[in-house]
């Protein structure tokens, strides 16, 4: 292949190779345990893209060079022979940084622990836990000392022999040694002992280990007198608590207390669970009882009557949902429909908010009416001149359309004429 297509093809080359250098290095940073601080496994990333660039560029010059021929076929050869050769060397060494990941150790497919037992000096105290200077233990594997937090249970410590032993356990996570363990907080400095534990252990062990001295940070051997010793075994590591339950829903707290009513409670006890913003089983089952009840009516007005508008509001939904509704209850929400006059008369429709005002004050009112005066209009009732009185009261408060109020109350009362024609 001449030189001028040896050297474009190898550029080429270089910056695809450049470019897959980058993608793997990007996936072997973790791999190869480098960290992010500070950008580390940024610049390691860009490092490596640079390096591939550099040597796909060299490859593929020289690949194309020694494998391509001249003319078109020739060339395409050379050029191929230059990706399969960058690619395959830049391939080969993420399968090298794989095989450096931390993989943990299991048996039996499932992953262990070392249950130890920590054996205090002769004469030391029982340990009690300190929020502060709480013991501590943990596992460091392999060249790179990477470790895994354990824990000491210093409730189940046992005095055995003249010495407190604590147990304890810490979980093997990586496939390497050696393997050091450092004890902390259980004397003035903290010890470390190394444990004969291989990097992949082939089975679980009943048997303790022999006890195995600590040393100090120095590397120095402890004291005979402040020394501590270490047994350990592998374990089945215990699978994982189950979550704690879920906390039960409002709507099941709400289905609980339903069912907890005794079926002679009284028939507000029952409207408390019909009265609500939003439609369930449990509502319905609610107005379904209520309503056959014969104080049901002296039971509801109250909360028409009440100065809480939104249980007006659903009380006089379920005034329109009977067919028919208790006719003596037309005064009470002949009342409300009043009141709505009265809260729009009071708003000066030349305000710029009297819109806003009334649907504030009145809104939830007036919708209570509108839907009480079909269970009413059953019952012989009719409303249709407290809903004309709404209409003309509030038109002008509401400005512009949509008249979310006089449309409505005006609507309803022209249906229920035309129903009676």
């Known amino acids: 292949m001449p030189w001028p297509a040896a050297i474009f093809l190898g550029l080429l080359t270089g910056l695809i190779g450049g470019i897959y250098a980058g993608l793997v290095a990007d996936r072997a940073a973790p791999w190869l345990r480098i960290s992010s601080f500070e950008g580390g496994s940024g610049y390691f990333v860009v490092f490596m893209a640079l390096l591939g660039f550099l040597g796909s560029t060299i490859a593929g010059i020289t690949t194309c060079r020694l494998a391509g021929e001249p003319g078109g076929a020739g060339i395409a050869r050379?050029?191929?022979?230059?990706?399969?050769?960058?690619?395959?060397?830049?391939?080969?060494?993420?399968?090298?940084?794989?095989?450096?990941?931390?993989?943990q150790p299991l048996v039996g497919g499932q992953p262990i622990d070392l249950a130890l037992e920590l054996r205090l000096p002769a004469g030391a105290e029982r340990p009690?836990?300190?929020?502060?200077?709480?013991?501590?233990?943990?596992?460091?594997?392999?060249?790179?000392?990477?470790?895994?937090?354990?824990d000491w249970?210093?409730?189940?410590?046992?005095?055995e022999d003249g010495h407190w032993i604590v147990p304890g356990r810490v979980p093997v996570t990586i496939s390497q040694a050696p393997r050091i363990l450092t004890v902390g907080r259980f004397g003035p400095e903290s010890q470390y002992v190394s444990l004969p534990v291989p990097a992949r252990p082939g089975a679980l062990e009943e048997a303790w280990s022999p006890w195995i001295g600590s040393y100090l940070g120095s590397g120095s051997p402890d004291p005979a007198e402040a020394s501590h010793h270490v047994r350990y075994r592998v374990v089945r590591r215990p699978p994982p608590a189950p979550p704690p339950p879920a906390p039960p829903s409002?709507?099941?707290?709400?289905?609980?207390?339903?069912?907890?009513?005794?079926?002679?409670?009284?028939?507000?006890?029952?409207?408390?669970?019909?009265?609500?913003?939003?439609?369930?089983?449990?509502?319905?089952?609610?107005?379904?009882?209520?309503?056959?009840?014969?104080?049901?009516?002296?039971?509801?007005?109250?909360?028409?009557?009440?100065?809480d508008a939104a249980a007006a509001r659903e009380a006089m939904y379920i005034i329109g949902e009977m067919r028919p509704a208790p006719a003596e209850l037309g005064d009470a929400v002949r009342a409300r429909a009043a009141e709505v006059v009265r809260i729009a008369e009071a708003i000066d429709p030349a305000a710029e908010d009297?819109?806003?005002?009334?649907?504030?004050?009145?809104?939830?009112?007036a919708i209570g009416v509108v839907a009480a005066s079909f269970g009413l209009r059953a019952a012989g009732v009719d409303l249709r001149p407290e809903l004309r009185a709404m209409a003309e009261a509030c038109r002008p408060r509401e400005k512009a359309p949509p008249h979310a109020i006089a449309d409505t109350a005006e609507r309803v009362a022209r249906f229920f004429e035309q129903e009676g024609q």
């Open 153 to 159: 249970n210093l409730e189940e410590a046992r005095f």
């Open 250 to 307: 409002a709507a099941a707290l709400r289905q609980a207390a339903f069912a907890a009513l005794a079926p002679d409670a009284p028939t507000a006890a029952f409207l408390d669970f019909a009265i609500t913003d939003g439609w369930d089983e449990v509502r319905t089952e609610a107005i379904r009882i209520a309503t056959a009840r014969p104080d049901f009516a002296a039971a509801i007005v109250g909360h028409i009557a009440g100065p």
């Open 128 to 150: 009690a836990p300190e929020p502060a200077e709480t013991p501590y233990v943990h596992l460091s594997s392999g060249p790179n000392l990477r470790s895994s937090m354990g």
């Open 78 to 103: 050379g050029f191929g022979a230059a990706l399969l050769v960058v690619g395959g060397l830049i391939t080969a060494a993420g399968l090298l940084a794989w095989a450096q990941r931390d993989v």
């Open 354 to 365: 009297s819109r806003d005002r009334l649907y504030a004050e009145a809104h939830e009112l």
